[in-house]
């Protein structure tokens, strides 16, 4: 298994991987890293053999982990990769390349797309739904039938209550609590959350 990028969030990552009695792990990065314990550091593809490998990002900023997976489709295998102690529904749907921490709970009929974070005990309910590239920070809440558009970032400890419609690209704060829609690109903070700035389109 690759984890690609040595990071904190790789460092998060692996032990999700050993979590599930994964230990033939290979890091790649660009930069020269030192070793992630006692799993060295190399070069992306610095050793024949390694195309079609089952990989996955840890890479935290949404925007890079769009532009590397854009990168290496096609050169490598995504795959999610769950912790054994998250609970994740049975009828809840998780794309390729997704990674969920330790202590999440993603409840029935939830969708999820490709190459997202779910952090640890971030907690989304029923029929939740989250485009490709969206992180879900720790201990965030997302009520029942949540919409969070592509690459967008929910804060540590925020909180969506049910029905909400959040766009795409967008920046929730730390422990904002969003009781409106919110538009695409942009950022909301506070209690209740109010949009501060929309950025411009990626």
Not at 17 to 24: A, C, F, H, Q, R
Not at 45 to 59: M, Q
Not at 77 to 96: C, L, M, P, Y
């Amino acid at each position: 298994m690759i984890v690609y990028g040595a990071s904190g969030h790789g460092k998060v990552i692996i032990e999700i991987l050993e979590s599930n009695g994964i230990t033939d792990i290979e890091v790649w990065d660009d930069a020269d890293k030192p070793p992630m314990w006692q799993y060295p550091v190399q070069k992306p593809f610095s050793t024949p053999g390694t195309e079609d490998r089952e990989a996955v990002i840890s890479i935290g900023v949404n925007a890079t982990r769009k532009k590397v997976a854009g990168l290496l489709e096609g050169k490598l295998r995504f795959v999610k990769a769950i912790h054994a102690h998250a609970r994740v529904s049975r009828r809840a749907t998780v794309g390729e390349g997704t990674v969920i921490m330790a202590g999440a709970t993603i409840n029935a009929d939830t969708r999820i797309g490709k190459h997202c974070i779910v952090n640890t005990s971030a907690s989304i309910d029923h029929d939740c739904v989250l485009g490709d590239y969206v992180h879900v920070s720790p201990n965030a809440t997302l009520s029942g039938d949540v919409h969070i558009g592509e690459g967008t970032h929910f804060g540590g400890g925020a909180v969506a209550i049910q029905g909400i419609r959040i766009g795409k690209w967008c920046t929730i704060g730390a422990g904002a609590v969003v009781i409106r829609d919110i538009p695409d690109h942009a950022t909301a903070v506070g209690n209740p959350a109010r949009v501060i700035k929309i950025k411009d389109p990626l």
